[in-house]
């Protein structure tokens, strides 16, 4: 991969001399959904596929973006002296955007810079490509202008900060955090009320995970993440009114069903379940993976998935019917949604002998239902975001 960049950033910008190489992962998580932006826990995992990029310092106040999976685009220009989000740079306000937050939070950078990337990914597919571009951006402006005070956690924030404020999506912290915080054959069980985290070993006795992207991803997506936010907003608050709570993440499930009548409006009474309840799933799921029980790490992924798909009302029929023949499969340990919902992908945990037939006859039996082709991928844990040799 490196050669191909390399090249590639030669053929635009003249030669490769100088040149430094980065690479930064994607991410899945692998329970504890819809819990990043109500103070609960999460427990995502970066994945060996991810994003490359290849970079070097300008003399001038230019930058320049090129990505070898959108060609169409060329090289996109921008300037140190416009740091503004505009529609014709499309993919390229991601990393722009970076460049406009470390400016923001203190660190501006001082010079231009040429930047070619090119990820394996699927886009849009809740694998965070989007968070794994950031980080990267980050990784090569600290490592370029020699920003030596921001932290793998700082990195994460920015990305977030550019993310929510540069590009309009107000996403929680988890993606950035696990696509710059990852650790080989670790997932990272990472409170979001404070930002502690731990990491747990996931390397997984005689079985894999397995993701299956549907293919589908429903125009909701976006506003439906929105009316989430609000009607949990909306519950925490009307909670707020007799306990002294700071988010959902703070209830046990004994005191939301001893207070859950305080919610009046049963929408949000169902949305706040999801979010109590995943996040006591989340703490016992970790629990379970330590001591080595993954079938129970897989009951509980499967009622993640019941939960989500019935009182967050976030999975759709091209999900649920994966999720579905997931489960008939026996060697299936456990199968949910994951990411942000209304299609992308699935996560899966397969034992090593049944993943063949997993993907053969999940493969032939959704192509006959919904009409076109998902995609799998076996993947592996890897390292977080950094530069390369
Ligand atoms: P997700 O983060 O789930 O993959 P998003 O919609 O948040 O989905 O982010 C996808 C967007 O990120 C793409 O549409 C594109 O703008 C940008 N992106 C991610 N990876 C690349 C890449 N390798 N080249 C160009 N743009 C990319
Ligand atoms: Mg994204």
């Known amino acids: 991969m490196k050669q191909k960049l390399f090249d590639k950033f030669a053929e635009l910008f003249g030669n490769s001399d100088g040149v430094n190489f980065y690479f930064s992962p994607g ?46 685009f060329g090289v996109v220009e921008a300037s140190l002296d416009d740091l503004t989000n505009k529609k014709e740079y499309n993919w390229a306000n991601y990393p722009l955007g970076v460049v406009w937050a470390f400016a ?146 703070d209830l046990s499930i004994e005191e939301f069903e001893a207070n859950k009548e305080l919610i009046s409006d049963e929408i949000q009474r169902k949305r706040a379940k999801h979010a109590v309840y995943e996040n006591q799933r989340t703490i016992t799921a970790v629990q379970a993976l330590k001591d080595g029980k993954i079938e129970e790490f897989g009951k509980l992924m499967n009622q993640s998935h019941i939960s989500l798909r019935d009182d967050y009302a976030v999975s759709c029929d091209e999900i649920d019917i994966l999720v579905d023949l997931a489960w008939a499969i026996p060697g299936v340990l456990g199968s949910r949604i994951t990411g942000g919902g209304f299609g992308g992908c699935t ?35 890897g390292d977080g975001a950094s530069r390369l040799a």
């Open 27 to 72: 991410r899945v998580n692998l329970i504890g959904e819809h819990t990043d932006y109500n103070g609960g826990h999460v427990f995502p995992c970066a994945l060996t596929l991810g994003t490359y990029g290849a970079a070097r310092k300008r003399e001038d106040r230019k930058i320049h973006f090129y990505s070898m999976n959108l060609d169409s």
């Open 104 to 249: 923001e939070k203190g660190h501006p950078i001082s010079s231009g810079f040429d930047m070619v990337i090119w990820g394996n990914i699927p886009n849009g597919s809740g694998l965070s490509s989007s968070a794994s571009l950031e980080v990267l951006t980050g990784v090569i402006l600290s490592d370029l202008f020699d920003i030596k005070d921001l932290s793998m956690t700082d990195l994460a924030l920015i990305g977030q900060y550019s993310e929510n404020n540069f590009n309009g999506c107000n996403c929680g912290i988890m993606d950035q955090f696990a696509v710059a915080m990852g650790k080989k054959d670790h997932a990272i069980f990472l409170d979001t009320a404070t930002l502690d985290y731990e990491y747990a070993p996931c390397v997984l006795d005689g079985a894999k995970i397995v993701i299956t992207n549907s293919k589908v991803k429903h125009s909701l997506v976006d506003s439906a993440y929105n009316d989430r936010r609000n009607e949990c907003a909306a519950a925490l608050k009307a909670l707020q009114t007799k306990l002294d709570i700071q988010s959902l993440g």
């Open 347 to 381: 996560v899966s945990i397969v034992k090593d002998e049944a993943v063949d037939t997993f993907i053969e006859t999940i493969g032939k039996a959704y192509a006959e239902k919904v009409g076109h082709e998902a995609e799998f991928y076996t993947v592996d844990i």
